[in-house]
């Protein structure tokens, strides 16, 4: 008489640790290797894993740690003995189905450069649209903000405090608010000054501040000229550039920023700074303040030729020596020199200033030329 031989399944010694993926409690639990793995808690049910579904999770040295595509996500069998171990091992044949295969690292690539594309499209495509939506609806308080904080920061480059002559600063406001009457600018909050740096420039801030440094002023030799800088300036606000210029360089930081209100923080004067500093306005956003310019010094029965030539007198005497200038962010082309030239009218209107009001201007900080 033949003995029929069965194969008794290999029950583990040593408990091993369960986390049913529902609860967090950590479960002793013996192992039983039969046609499929059955892991049971005393008093419990056993819970079984087809071999073809356990799959290999991460874990430290010295541990298996299995799940099961068939098992609550987050359930975890974790193995420390050695030869039980290497036993249930050895009966998944998929366990790391789920390591990474050259199609697998495909994949990842694919997506990494799909990504990348994104962020490309997003700086280039989607950042300037939201500038260019969002600057005109910055609430006026916010924008002050801006200018308050960005303020600050220029007057450390260019000087802590304008220039106060009383003569001239009444001169310079008189030019200003002439200017701003013509282009129809009704914001009682602007504010207007020359601050006591060498570096021919002018610059316009968020929340309607524009100012002149001395060494624009310096070279500049009529109120025609300086008006037509000033009234470019102006269109640039009327426009809101600055604020679109912030948004754009400032990027996704600046527009959380915006969002959450912290926009006086080191970020916002940063980009302020550098914005009027050194970065140029778009060849759109110039040639509307062009436009702009034009049409206030036509109101005021003026010519926009002179700012033109104020300009170009600076391109030829300093434009190749890397000092800044207003041509930092104001570039001159022959073509926007050309339409200046074009618009040249005869003067129809009474002066900007008066000789006295000008030589007092020219001194507005106590060393003008006269």
């Not at 059955?38 to 799959?55: C, K, L």
């Not at 990504?115 to 700086?123: P, T, Y």
Request: include cysteine.
């Amino acid at each position: 008489m033949s003995e029929l031989l069965t194969e008794v399944p290999a029950q583990s010694a040593k408990p091993a640790i369960f986390f049913d993926g529902v609860s967090s409690r950590r479960r002793q639990v013996t192992l039983t290797l039969g046609d499929a793995l059955e892991i049971a808690e005393d008093g419990e049910a056993p819970v079984r894993w087809a071999y073809a579904d356990i799959r290999r999770a991460d874990s430290p040295a010295g541990v298996l740690r299995l799940a099961s595509t068939s098992a609550p996500p987050l359930a975890r069998l974790e193995v420390r003995d050695a030869a039980l171990a290497a036993d249930l091992t050895a009966r998944c044949l998929r366990l790391d189905e789920r390591q990474t295969t050259r199609r697998g690292v495909a994949r990842i690539v694919g997506w990494s450069v799909a990504a990348a594309v994104s962020i490309v499209c997003v700086v280039l495509f989607g950042v300037p649209l939201a500038a260019d939506r969002l600057a005109p609806l910055v609430p006026k308080p916010i924008e002050r903000r801006i200018g308050d904080a960005s303020e600050v920061q220029v007057k450390t480059i260019f000087g802590r405090s304008a220039c106060e002559d009383p003569a001239g600063k009444a001169a310079f406001t008189k030019l200003v608010n002439r200017l701003r009457d013509a282009a129809g600018l009704d914001d009682d909050s602007m504010t207007a000054g020359v601050l006591p740096s060498s570096v021919p420039n002018a610059f316009a801030l968020p929340g309607g501040k524009v100012f002149v440094l001395k060494g624009l002023l310096d070279k500049a030799e009529s109120p025609d000229e300086l008006a037509g800088i000033l009234a470019h300036e102006l269109g640039h606000l009327k426009h809101h550039d600055n604020m679109r210029g912030l948004i754009y360089n400032g990027g996704t930081s600046f527009l959380i920023g915006l969002l959450f209100g912290d926009v006086t923080g080191s970020s916002a004067v940063i980009f302020a700074s550098r914005s009027v500093v050194e970065a140029s306005y778009s060849r759109e956003a110039e040639t509307g303040a062009d436009t702009f310019a034009i049409d206030v010094m036509h109101a005021l029965g003026r010519s926009p030729k002179p700012a033109a030539e104020l300009m170009f007198r600076i391109t030829g005497k300093e434009g190749g020596s890397g000092l800044m200038t207003i041509l930092a962010s104001h570039p001159l082309t022959e073509d926007r020199l050309a339409r200046m030239t074009k618009e040249d009218r005869p003067a129809s209107g009474p002066p900007l200033l008066t000789d006295k009001e000008w030589r007092a201007l020219k001194a507005i900080c106590g060393s003008g030329k006269v």
